[in-house]
């Protein structure tokens, strides 16, 4: 599954960049891309745990940056 979240408090694109090569290597994800300056992120991950990737794929940019965030609507 491959979907696109807004997301916030994502201060520079060294972080971003830090922040898209840690969950990369994450399990499940597939491939995942930061987009700081239209503030976006895309996630392609197994479709059995996608929400779950979700939630640890912001785990990790919390760790780079604890107020950013993925926007869920």
Known sequence: MKRVFKIEDVDC????AKM???AAKLDGVNKVSINFMAQRIT???V?????????EIEKVM????KEAHIIRK
Do not use: G, L
């Open 13 to 16: 694109a060294n972080c971003a």
């Open 20 to 22: 898209e090569r840690m």
């Open 43 to 45: 996630i392609d991950a």
């Open 47 to 55: 479709d059995e745990r996608f929400n779950d990737v979700v939630d």
């Open 62 to 65: 919390k760790k780079v940056d």
